[in-house]
């Protein structure tokens, strides 16, 4: 049985690339993902995946439509599936994802950005 | 639309009893708690429900039959369904719960702790 701790600024030491989420762990089939951004990502959204950020280090701005939301350390925001998003960070951010285990990060956007095979560290 | 952030630190100021999560976000069924803890709770487990517990501030001790698990600041684990556990925490504790939304805190065990009002704050 798999009752090991997950020590979040440990796991962020092992990676180094950006805009790559790594799965830490899973739970009622939703995942806790990690990821280190900086720039400017796409605008997307998620057709049936509400999706929580949560910001470990760092600011993140969270782009709407018509609104942007800054967040900062121990900060979180729910976007709600099909709501139309773009994360953006002027420095590198570390934050943690929570969302069901199926979602692509970049949505129905298939970008450069996007990667289809996200691993568990 | 609801795409107001939630300042973790901001939240835990708004109560003080110990033992009584309360729900700051709701995504996928899910819901994100927060809870000050402080002394032995009860042993249970929930039938259906994997647990995550993250630490916010302070120390938790996770109890179960055959081995015991120390959570610090920054550290998770994933409790899985039908696991007995026992949360305790020498001194308070603050902690964040996510947990499908009808996961009652006290599990299969009615106790003098239960709550069966979670309010959101």
Chains 1, 2 share one sequence.
């Not at 900086?38 to 280090?57: A, P, Q, T």
Request: aromatic letters at 10%; glycine letters at 6%.
């Amino acid at each position: 049985m798999n009752l090991s701790k997950i020590n979040l600024l440990h796991k962020f030491d092992l990676f180094q690339e950006q805009w790559t989420p790594k799965i830490v762990a899973e739970l009622n089939g939703q995942q806790v993902k990690l990821a280190k951004v900086e720039g400017d990502f796409v605008w997307h959204s998620h057709e049936n995946e509400d999706e929580l950020f949560y910001i470990v280090k760092g600011e993140l701005s969270l782009e709407f439509r018509d609104r942007e939301v800054r967040l900062q350390e121990g900060e979180m925001l729910v976007v709600p599936r099909g709501v139309e998003h773009r994360p953006v960070a002027e420095k590198e951010c570390w934050i943690l994802l929570f969302e069901p285990g199926e979602t692509k990060h970049t949505g129905e956007v298939e970008s450069a950005l996007t990667k289809n095979d996200q691993d568990w560290i």
